[in-house]
């Protein structure tokens, strides 16, 4: 049997599961399953292993103390080596931003290292109940846009998240980690965003996954009141 890769990441969530499509294409071309090493000071990675343990190509999951930093382009420093924190590996990548990306982001995590991608690409979450809620994410900014809408209870898991907005009727998130996840499941969603976020077509590109089903919906701050 074939050894594991690993691979390891430092950003947030978002920028972490837009790797899953070349975590894809790994084990479809070579056959091996994935390891991966992730850092547990990054609050959401605690609640990822039921979602990672769906994954036909995930081998196993280890949390590791490596600091992380979010600030400018996901997570920084974003290379750090599994054997510094205990976990002996015989090879592994980190798909983590080596500057601010100038294309979609799986192309650009993907081409440090020559790796392709899984175009085809799709989160399951399984057969559900449809629902007639509107679910939404926990910003403010999404609630006066969507104030119909029911917060998730957060910490969630992951996988039992993607169950949740999978089966709602409406779905409503700020620009974050559950757009992602939504996008990679090819969910139709409100996307509330703010013009000082990045392009879409960095994070959402209409040509890939679920694109062509997000609503924008833009959010304009509003000056504060002068005295």
Request: hydrophobic share 35%.
């Amino acid at each position: 049997m074939s050894k594991p890769i690993t691979l390891t990441h430092c950003g947030k969530l978002g920028d972490f599961l837009y790797c899953l499509p070349i975590a894809s294409w790994i084990y479809k071309t070579t056959g091996r399953k994935i390891h991966w090493v992730l850092p547990h000071t990054f609050e959401p990675f605690n609640h990822i292993d039921p979602l990672l343990a769906s994954l036909p190509f995930t081998e196993q999951l280890t949390l590791v103390n490596h600091p992380i930093y979010l600030h400018g382009h996901g997570g920084q420093p974003y290379k750090f080596n599994p054997a510094d924190y205990g976990v002996q590996v015989d090879e592994y990548y980190n798909l983590g931003f080596r500057g601010y990306p100038d294309k979609f982001v799986t192309a650009y995590c993907a081409e440090e290292y020559g790796f392709g991608w899984d175009r085809d690409y799709t989160l399951e979450f399984g057969d559900v109940e449809p629902s007639d809620k509107a679910i939404r994410t926990e910003q403010w900014e999404v609630a006066e846009k969507a104030p119909h809408a029911e917060p998730y209870t957060i910490p969630m898991d992951l996988y039992a998240l993607g169950r949740l907005l999978k089966a709602a009727k409406e779905r409503w998130t700020w620009y974050s980690g559950p757009a992602a996840l939504m996008f990679l499941a090819r969910m139709p969603f409100n996307l509330v965003y703010e013009p000082a976020h990045p392009p879409r077509r960095i994070y959402l590109p209409e040509e890939y996954f679920g694109g062509k089903l997000i609503t924008p919906v833009l959010y304009i701050r509003k000056p504060k009141p002068t005295t």
